[in-house]
């Protein structure tokens, strides 16, 4: 098992949905990156539109591209991504932030082509791996990166649904992905293929952990019956977990480790917010003194990697290890 850290590099507080566009989170990567380099950690950064034209960005990830510490993947943002349309959901900065699975074909494949040209221009590297925006994902988005020569992407959320979610007004929301596996799969397509890396996302209390459709239809139902809810309160709550810092502590890290080992998953996947290591650039980590425990819990954790002997890999490294 190796794990990769992906960190969706983007603009401060993206939850203010409308807000002027900030970059100040980016002055705060240095200090993240030493961490990772002090234990052999190679981040994987993916990178919105407005980051390949904040100078700062520019500078230090062609940086860490030149001594091979960090990946530079892609991030759309539909709201900020050009191209844009004069209508609610679809313009600059828009209030409604688009899923990337509720835009027409043709306006999804001009997005991700232009950002995917944008970050090679600003960073001299093609990039080969990709998270969509608030995990706005579906075949349609899987086809276009192939067109584009991705490798690989890592949008999917399993046992969690978005289409509570809203996106554009009017439109359906978010996607589904409470029955996708943890598992990492691939989309064949005429003209390639694309490897899902799945966002590490797994029960781990008994007996959503020994059944995956049981598990299945709890997430599916918990907020539709009263009796579920009640168990959740009492049983599951913070159930499923994910692989990032917001919410957990090292002991719920160490579950989601014995889980992923038992079900033999061949990556841990972590992923959290470039804003998230930026006091008050987040809704989850708002003052010093709370970024300096996201930092204690980031070195625990990379510590328990390292005496477990998980080593790290990009997702792109990951989705070549997986063609071969």
Known sequence: MNFILTIDTEADNQWDHGCDISLKNIEFIPRFQNLCNKYK????????????????????????????VAEIGTHLHS??????????????????HAFATELPDDLLNEKIKRLTDQIETAFGKR???????????????????????????????????????PGIPGANGGPDFIGKTPVPYKYNFDNGSLIEIPITILPTKFPLNKSRALAEYYFRNVNKIILLR???KLLFINQPLWLRPNYMNIGLFEDLLVEAADMKLPYLVMMFHSSELMPG????FFNKDSIERLYV????????????????????????EIRL
């Open 41 to 68: 950690i190679k981040p994987t950064y993916l990178v919105t539109s407005e980051v390949c034209e904040d100078n700062f960005a520019v500078e230090i990830f062609t940086e860490y591209l030149a001594q091979n």
């Open 230 to 232: 009640m168990l959740r």
């Open 297 to 320: 819990l980031l070195e625990e954790f990379f510590i328990l990697l390292q005496d477990r002997s998980i080593s790290s890999v990009t997702l792109s490294e990951a989705a070549k």
């Open 127 to 165: 990039p080969q791996s990709f998270r969509s925006g608030r995990y706005g994902f579906n075949d349609q988005v899987a086809r276009s990166l192939t067109e584009n020569s991705y490798l690989v992407d890592s949008s999917v959320t399993p046992y969690t649904s978005w289409s509570t979610h």
């Open 281 to 284: 650039g987040s809704k989850y």
């Open 79 to 96: 709201w900020t991504t050009a191209p844009f349309m004069d209508r609610d959901g679809y313009r600059y900065n828009d209030k409604g």
